[in-house]
């Protein structure tokens, strides 16, 4: 392990800004505990592919792909709408049309299982209760997972027939079970939507039945895909479950990816007027991405390009950890303290997503007034860290003094100021 190299810092007038050079940004990001920790996983030298994504026997015809914005150029993809999101920092690998309003179909049972799980987290339903089936679930089209009319389903089995089987009717029985009626259930989406910032996103029903009004946006579905992932880590073995059967009727996870082995979970849908739709999350060699796409002519059109951008993604980028909350990045002079040098630590870990091989294209630099002014108090912010040239915004790190220094006393100043003086005369 390579010992921390602590970047040298020359005295600079107050209010001045310093990037540090290329050499030593590289000796920075290299060195400091150990702080850029950047490897080639083992599965981007030559992964296989699954098995069943071999090219069907029946090829489809050449679907016209155009570009989406990604941090290394524009990249083709025949999804009309993307948004692939890195989970670990949030960073945005790539988007297309990603806040444009869409049809989400299916995809909308995402919002719908975010709230059934808030209400197990606040103990106001249990994976056992049953609810009742209601005519209006009974009667529901499309994807189905056959609930009983007038009879009574666990909220686990519900559960599964929602996000496994895509169940509209699944959906109702437990919108009406916890609100009393769809409607009410819906106000709970829009009203959650609004608290984690889903801003092109608005619920006219629980299911993702085609409705004018009904829309969301693929960053939006990228949002509560992550938070899904986040809040509720209890429940998402319940969307990388291959198959479930009920009333002795057995049905395969829509979302093929997930039958694939190559995603661990999220939903799928389809409208005529959206297209197929995916909304997918994968892990490999520690990095997790959320994906969703949407806008696509097939549902093996659906699978065969989520499978490809998750490829391209884990191929193409890595996660660096540039910084680590309390490390000791510079040491600022003092004037007038009982130290000639306070050092300023960083307040958090400081991960990106970055192309591979652009760890030495980061720029680093330090701002803050110099000299500062004793006394300093232990937690003081005095600065901040600035990253650029990540492809990314400007990134800046509150940095604060990791140690107080007293202020010198009476003669120990004028003793300070006279040699001073005496230095510049």
């Not at 769809?182 to 092109?200: I, P, Y």
């Not at 003092?334 to 652009?358: E, I, K, N, Y």
Request: one cysteine or more; glycine letters at 8%.
């Amino acid at each position: 392990m390579t010992d921390p190299v602590t970047p040298v810092v020359a005295a600079r007038p107050a209010g001045t800004y310093r990037t540090k050079d290329a050499m030593h940004t590289r000796r920075f990001l290299l060195a400091g505990a150990t702080s850029l920790l950047v490897s080639t996983p083992a599965w981007a030298a030559g992964r296989r592919r699954h098995p069943a994504t071999a090219t069907p026997a029946t090829a489809e015809p050449a679907i016209p792909s155009s570009p989406a914005n990604s941090l290394i150029g524009p990249i083709d993809t025949i999804a009309r709408w993307a948004c692939i999101v890195d989970y670990t920092t949030g960073a945005v690998i790539l988007e297309k049309a990603a806040d444009e309003r869409m049809p989400p179909s299916s995809l909308t049972k995402m919002m719908t299982a975010y709230v059934v799980f808030s209400m197990l987290r606040a103990g106001r339903l249990t994976l056992e209760q049953t609810l009742p089936v209601s005519e209006k679930a009974w009667r529901m089209q499309g994807s189905k997972m056959f609930v009983p009319l007038r009879g009574a389903v666990a909220v686990s089995d519900l559960i599964q027939g929602m996000v496994i089987q895509s169940g509209n009717d699944a959906c109702i029985v437990l919108a009406e079970g916890i609100a009393g009626s769809e409607d009410q259930f819906v106000s709970m989406m829009n009203a959650q939507a609004a608290q984690l910032g889903m801003t092109n996103s608005h619920f006219l029903n629980a299911t993702g039945w085609p409705m004018d009004g009904h829309y969301m946006s693929a960053r939006d579905v990228a949002t509560i895909a992550m938070h899904l992932i986040h809040d509720f880590p209890e429940y998402y073995h319940f969307f990388s479950e291959r198959s479930f059967t009920f009333n002795k009727i057995t049905q395969e996870n829509r979302n093929a990816l997930v039958v694939r082995g190559v995603a661990d979970g999220l939903k799928t849908g389809h409208t005529d007027a959206g297209g197929f739709g995916l909304c997918a999350s994968a892990e490999r060699g520690g990095n997790r991405v959320v994906m969703a796409i949407n806008g696509l002519p097939s549902s093996n059109a659906r699978a065969n390009e989520g499978e490809r951008l998750f490829e391209w993604s884990f191929v193409n980028f890595e996660n660096a950890t540039l910084i680590h909350n309390g490390a000791v990045v510079d040491n600022a002079p003092v004037w007038l303290g009982q130290a000639p040098t306070v050092p300023l630590v960083a307040t958090r870990d400081v991960t990106l997503t970055l192309p591979h091989g652009w760890q030495n294209r980061v720029h680093v630099g330090v701002d803050y007034r110099s000299p500062v002014p004793a006394p300093v108090v232990a937690g003081q912010q005095l600065g901040e860290m600035v990253i650029t040239n990540t492809g990314l915004a400007e990134i800046r790190i509150p940095l604060v003094a990791g140690a107080a220094v007293p202020r010198l006393g009476l003669m120990g100043r004028a003793s300070a100021v006279l040699g001073r003086k005496l230095g510049h005369g």
